[in-house]
C-alpha cells in the first residue's frame, strides 16, 4: 500500500526543520556569553579579519541563508538597537525557548496554544522584572559607571573599563538634560578613532577632535590660532570648471598669460572675501567634481594667516556646524560674519607615534562631545570602538528606563522560580507552557557557568535554593566560581536590557511557531 502523504506530517517537518535552523544558530553564539565567553574571529571574502564578542556583530558578519535563522540576526539586531547591549543573550533565550516549544510539540499541544501561553508568560515576567527593579538617579554616576563596567565584562577591552567607563558615562550625561529628556541621540557623540598608543590614551574631548583631515602646511599657514572665527564652507576654492569634461584650445602665450592671470584674480576674490567675512579658519568641505583647494588659492590663504582644515566629510558637516555654532556657506555671497563659528583655540599637536591631530576646544556647545579612541592595532581599535558604543547604550538605556537589576543570571533565575510558582496556579495547557518558559530562562546562568567552567548544574540548583529561600539578588559571580550577592559585587545592569531581550526573544519565538509551511516563489 502506498504511503499516502499526510499534511500535518509536512507541517512538523518544516517546524522542526525551522526549530533546528535557529537554534544552532543560537548555538553559534551561546559560547560567547559572559565575562568568560570566548570570542569569534570572522574573516571575510577580502580576507580582512574581525575579532568580536558581540552577539549582533557576529550574527550580522555571517552569511545565514535559512529564512528562519534570519528571523534571529533581526532580533539581534532589534536588540542592539534599542538596548544596545545584551545582543547574544536575546539570541540563547530565544533557543532556549524554541527548545521548550519542541518538547511540548511532541507532546501535541498545538503550536497556537504554545504560543499564547508563552505571551501569557512573558507578560507575568515583566511584572516580576519590575518588583526586582531598583529606581537609579542619573545624578549618581557612580551607579551608572558600575552598570558600563558591567557590559564591558566580556569585551576584549575589559582591563581598560575603568577609563572607557567614565568616559561613557560623562559624554552621555553632557548631551541630554536628566531632569527632561527621556531619550539620547548617540549622533551627538562623535567616536574618532586613531590608531597607535593604547587604549589607555584614549580621551574625552570637549569641542572637535580631526584625525584624517589634516592643516594644509603647503604654503606655510598657521598651524595654531587663539580665538578663532571658523567658515565651514562648502563650495571650491579653485578654479571653475565645466561639469562634463573640456578642453581649452590656446594658440598663443597671450591667451595663456590672461587664462592664468584671469584664475589669479578669481581666486584672490575669493580669498579677499573670506578675509573680509572676519574668518581666520577655513574648514572644506570634500568636494568630487574638482580640487576643493589648489596651491594657488593655498598660497594666498596662507598670506592672509588663514588656517585651512580640507577634506571634511560630507556626513561630518551637521556634527561641525552643531558644534562651534557655524552655519555652513555653500556661495562665497553668502560668507557673513554671524555665520562663522567660534571656539577657544584650533591647533594642530603631535602625539606619540608622530601623527599628528587637529584639536578645536573650548566651543559654546554643549550638546555634542567627541571622544578619541586610541589602539595599538586596527583589530583593537575596532573593538574598542564597538565596546564603547556599547557602553554609550547601557547608559542610554539607563535614561530611558530609570531601573537597574542585578546581573550575572540574577533576574533570569528570579523570574523563572516565580514564573514556576505562578503556573501552579494556573489551569490546563497554559500551566504546562509557562512551566516550560520558565525552565528555559535558566539557559541563561546555565551558560554562563558553563562558559566559566563551573559546574552548570551544581551552580544552578544552588541558585535556585538561594532565590526559593529569598535572596532576590543571587546570581553568579564569575571572577570567584560561586554564587554571590550580585549587588555588593558591583554586577548590575539596565533593567531595559532584560526586558527587551525577553519581549523580543519570545516575539520572535512567537512566530515561527505560527510558520507551518515555506513556499518559494520565483
Known amino acids: ?247 581649452i584650445v590656446v594658440h598663443d602665450y597671450n591667451a595663456m598669460d590672461r587664462i592664468l592671470k584671469e584664475e589669479r584674480r578669481y581666486i584672490a576674490s575669493l580669498v579677499k572675501q573670506i578675509e573680509k567675512s572676519g574668518a581666520n579658519v577655513v574648514m572644506i568641505q570634500k568636494s568630487i567634481l574638482r580640487d576643493a583647494v589648489n596651491d594657488l588659492s593655498l598660497h594666498f590663504l596662507a598670506k592672509k594667516g588663514i588656517m585651512v582644515i580640507k577634506d571634511i566629510e560630507r556626513d561630518e558637516v551637521e556634527f561641525i556646524s552643531k558644534t562651534i555654532g557655524a552655519i555652513p556657506v555653500a556661495h562665497i555671497d553668502h560668507l557673513t560674519p554671524e555665520k562663522l563659528g567660534q571656539a577657544e583655540s584650533i591647533k594642530e599637536e603631535s602625539l606619540s607615534d608622530d601623527s599628528k591631530i587637529v584639536r578645536i576646544t573650548g566651543v559654546k556647545s554643549n550638546k555634542t562631545v567627541s571622544v578619541l579612541i586610541r589602539g595599538s592595532n586596527n583589530l583593537v581599535v575596532d573593538e574598542a570602538e564597538r565596546s564603547f558604543h556599547d557602553a554609550l547604550c547601557v547608559v542610554r538605556s539607563l535614561v530611558k528606563n530609570r531601573g537597574i537589576i542585578p546581573g550575572g543570571g540574577a533576574p533570569e533565575i528570579e523570574i523563572s522560580q516565580k514564573l514556576a510558582e505562578y503556573s501552579r496556579t494556573l489551569s490546563g495547557l497554559d500551566s504546562l507552557v509557562v512551566r516550560a518558559f520558565a525552565d528555559a530562562l535558566e539557559v541563561i546562568p546555565y551558560t554562563l557557568a558553563e562558559n566559566a567552567g563551573l559546574n552548570p548544574i551544581y551552580v544552578v540548583t544552588e541558585l535556585r535554593n538561594r532565590h526559593i529561600k529569598g535572596e532576590k539578588e543571587s546570581g553568579i559571580n564569575v571572577k570567584k566560581g560561586i554564587c554571590d550577592n550580585m549587588i555588593t559585587e558591583n554586577v548590575i545592569q539596565p533593567a531595559l536590557v532584560t526586558q527587551s531581550a525577553l519581549s523580543l526573544a519570545t516575539e520572535c519565538v512567537r512566530m515561527i511557531l505560527k510558520i507551518d509551511d515555506l513556499v518559494l516563489t520565483r
Open 1 to 247: 500500500k502506498e504511503q499516502t502523504f499526510n499534511k500535518s506530517e509536512k507541517q512538523e517537518d518544516v517546524r522542526s526543520g525551522n526549530i533546528a535552523a535557529s537554534k544552532s544558530l543560537a548555538d553559534v553564539v551561546r559560547t560567547s556569553l559572559g565575562p568568560r565567553g570566548m570570542d569569534k574571529m570572522i574573516q571575510d571574502p577580502k580576507g580582512e579579519v574581525l575579532i568580536t564578542n558581540d552577539g549582533a556583530t557576529i550574527l550580522k558578519q555571517m552569511e545565514v541563508v535559512h529564512p528562519t535563522a534570519k528571523m534571529l540576526v533581526e532580533i539581534s539586531k532589534a536588540q542592539d538597537i534599542e538596548a544596545g547591549d545584551g545582543t547574544t543573550s536575546v539570541v540563547v533565550i530565544a533557543g532556549a525557548l524554541l527548545s521548550a516549544c519542541e518538547v511540548l510539540l511532541e507532546k501535541g499541544i498545538h503550536p497556537t496554544t504554545i504560543s499564547e501561553g508563552f505571551q501569557v508568560a512573558l507578560d507575568k515576567a515583566l511584572t516580576i522584572l519590575d518588583d526586582i527593579k531598583k529606581p537609579v538617579n542619573l545624578e549618581d554616576k557612580e551607579a551608572l559607571r558600575t552598570c558600563v563596567v558591567t557590559s564591558l565584562s566580556s569585551k576584549v577591552v575589559s582591563q581598560n573599563s575603568d577609563i572607557l567607563a567614565p568616559f561613557a558615562v560623562d559624554a552621555v550625561l553632557k548631551v541630554i538634560d536628566p531632569a527632561v529628556e527621556y531619550n539620547v541621540d548617540l549622533n551627538n557623540i562623535k567616536v574618532v578613532r586613531k590608531k597607535g598608543g593604547t587604549i589607555d590614551d584614549s580621551e574625552l574631548v570637549d569641542g572637535l577632535i580631526f584625525t584624517n583631515n589634516k592643516i594644509a602646511h603647503k604654503a606655510g599657514g598657521p598651524t595654531k590660532i587663539e580665538k578663532p572665527k571658523i567658515a565651514l564652507i562648502q563650495f571650491c576654492l579653485s578654479s571653475p570648471k565645466t561639469d562634463v569634461e573640456n578642453n
